[in-house]
């Protein structure tokens, strides 16, 4: 069985200051995992992955996470926070064994404040 | 334009009265699935598909009802909606052999009174 838990539903940030979203992951296969932002009104789009090979992963708008499997952690940050960024962010996993189950955190709304 | 068209975006109807969310997608996706939002739950899957003809339930089945009958649509069926199904679905698509990334529709928000 695999799982997500996503540390705080709710964060504030400064508008400039860092981002830090926290994923903890469970899952009995080598995992692949998600980050995906939920703007006001829209679906979810892809904001990153991590399937296999570099555990530094890059996305979109300056976003990043980073692979951990002795913690079994996917942390998303950003350097500096925009008013943009203002957004759900949801965590998800995926068993890597090419079974389309795809298991999503509760949720994170990021609030930038100016 | 690639993407995922859920109809209608918004409704409001009544315990009892059956309604269909469409949903159609234009990649050639094998694999649909339906997802529902609620506040502090995040999205839970109701049903998914991997193919047509070929449906299996996800966590949240009850009260709902799928089909494919084509590769491209999968509607959500309500045969008798109630109050607690009052929820923001999402209709979301990809290729079978792909490595779990999804791409979604922009939401039906739906009110059961």
């Known amino acids: 069985a695999q799982s997500v838990t996503q540390l705080g539903s709710h964060v504030s940030v400064s508008e400039g200051a860092l981002v830090l979203l926290r994923c903890n992951y469970s899952?009995?296969?080598?995992?692949?995992l998600f980050w995906y932002v939920q703007y006001p009104n829209q679906g979810l789009q892809l904001l990153l992955k991590?399937?296999?090979?570099?555990?530094l992963v890059k996305g979109i708008n300056g976003f990043e996470a980073e692979f951990k499997k002795s913690e079994t952690s996917f942390h998303l940050t950003k350097p500096s926070a925009h008013m943009s960024d203002a957004a759900e962010y949801f965590c998800?996993?995926?068993?890597?064994?090419?079974?389309?189950?795809?298991?999503f955190g509760i949720g994170t709304k990021l609030q930038v404040i100016p | 334009e690639a993407q995922v068209t859920q109809n209608p975006r918004y409704l409001i109807t009544v315990t009892g009265k059956k309604l269909t969310v469409t949903c159609s997608q234009n990649?050639?996706?094998?694999?649909m699935s339906w997802y529902r939002q609620d506040p502090g739950l995040g999205l839970r899957q109701i049903y998914y598909?991997?193919?047509?003809?070929?449906?299996d339930k996800g966590d949240v089945p009850e009260g709902y009802k799928v089909s494919r009958k084509e590769k491209r649509n999968f509607p959500l069926i309500l045969e008798s909606p109630s109050p607690n199904q009052t929820s923001l679905y999402f209709c979301?698509?990809?290729?079978?052999?792909?490595?779990?990334?999804?791409?979604f529709g922009e939401g039906s928000r739906l009110t059961v009174l």
């Open positions: 990649m050639n996706h094998e694999y």
């Open positions: 979301a698509s990809s290729f079978r052999r792909s490595t779990g990334e999804l791409f």
């Open positions: 991590y399937t296999t090979g570099a555990t």
């Open positions: 899952s009995s296969v080598p995992p692949y």
């Open positions: 598909s991997m193919n047509v003809e070929v449906t």
């Open positions: 998800a996993v995926s068993d890597s064994g090419g079974y389309q189950k795809v298991t």
